[in-house]
């Protein structure tokens, strides 16, 4: 697999070339479908590994094809897409999808003749959507555009295979007209237009990450500093700490070097021990600071975002959403090991000193009052 931290920000993290189909985990990094595919193959029980973050991720029933598009990413496109003859887009991706003979001018995909009539149906509410012989908008419909190009493969209900163009409000989930007339959200209320509510959706979001960014973020610093700069102080210690040892050593001659020996090494297995912690802490901290981060940092690009479909865009923001409640119930502990220090008292008695190691002195840890630990949650 190739390296995760060579990948520009517009490629992919396992294949390093352009995004294919980007689409996005839950921890907000985004994978080619197709990529996706080949880490579900050492899945484990529906769990692979982000390539980016190592998260833990949990892969829908679909596989890859069941997680949202990210269309902030710009994806490679295939040369000769526009004039060559097209699949149609409502046939369902599981089963051999009919030759598209008709072409939607609004929707810009292709559409064969099974689902011509409904589609017109389906988007009545809409208006404007016309129907044309394939033929015809090859020859007279100008190029296809960037956002349509990015909508070539539209979110489908995986049951009934119509555009999920509806939000359940009581299951806040995108549906498509079946769903709710006769599928599991009939008679749920309230049902709108994803578009009616992706207003409403950015403004909950943006108050999530704006806390994010302000509270969750400036106390992982804080911690982090802490952690950084107490391991420094350990280490000065510890250093101090083996040169008092040894000139205590030192006055007792070849006698006690034997006790010196071991008294060193009793100070290197506590700085271990210690430092063990404290890089267990920093690692945590890291992790949580560099995933707070990616969230801000994806919720600018998806806010930015002028041409996606709401319907394309509302997975994008409830995943971000979900990131960001996640993120925001994180515990974190913004005080570091508090018995980190290291003393060493030298003894008076030299003579003493050549028969035991407590003759030379004693090693001990500096003990300090502990602190509670920092819970940031409930936020929203």
Known sequence: MASAAAAADDECSVCLH???????????????KSCVDKLAVTATEGHIKCPVCRVSVRLPPGGAAGLPKDTSV????????????????????????AKGTMWCKKCEFALCESHAIPHILATSAEGSH??????????????????????????????HHEPLKFHCGACDEVTCGDCGTIGDHKKH???RY?????DERKGQVAKKVEKLEKDVMQTLERSLSSVDNTSTQLTRQAKEVRNDIRQAGERSKDMVDAHVRQMIQEVDDMEETRHKVLDRQHDELKAHLTAAENAVKFSKKIMALKSTKNETLFPLLHALDSRTTNLLSTSIEEQPLHHANILFEAASDVDLACKTKEGIGRVAPCQASAKHSEIIGGMS
């Open 194 to 198: 994803v578009g009616e509510i992706i």
């Open 18 to 32: 352009k995004f294919d189909d980007a689409r996005l985990l839950s921890c907000l990094h985004c994978v080619c």
């Open 130 to 159: 016309s129907i044309e012989a394939w033929s015809s908008a090859v020859v007279d419909s100008p190029p296809k555009s960037q956002a349509a190009a990015d909508l070539e493969e539209i979110p489908l209900c995986p049951r």
């Open 74 to 97: 710009p994806c490679r496109r295939r040369a000769g897409d526009r004039q060559a003859p097209q699949c149609c887009a409502l046939c369902p991706a599981d089963q051999t999808r």
């Open 189 to 191: 209320e309230p049902v």
